[in-house]
């Protein structure tokens, strides 16, 4: 059963990490949305695009921390026992 759960923390990190990627790309994706609706002189876009933008920044923040956390978890709860098992 320990097993299991070690795999589903991984799996769980490596979702978070995926997840955080998109919203990176998605952040960058924005803001240069942003600058190309501010240089067509739409303002009122282009504070929109860098709102959703800064969204999408505290969302890959937040997946980092996530992936972070579980990291600790998958070390600290698993693998540090077989180490000091193994001396």
């Known amino acids: ?5 070690e795999r589903m923390i991984e799996l ?3 979702v978070a990490f995926v997840l955080g990627i998109i919203c990176l790309i998605d952040a960058g994706y924005l ?9 067509h002189g739409d303002s009122a876009f282009a504070m929109q695009y860098l709102y959703q933008s800064g969204q999408a ?19 600290y709860v698993f693998d540090l026992p077989e180490e000091q098992a193994r001396k």
């Open 1 to 5: 059963m320990a097993w299991l759960f």
């Open 57 to 75: 920044a505290a969302a890959f923040v937040l997946f980092a921390l996530a992936m972070g956390a579980l990291a600790c978890i998958d070390r």
């Open 12 to 14: 769980a990190a490596w």
């Open 31 to 39: 803001v240069v949305q942003s600058i190309i609706a501010r240089a």
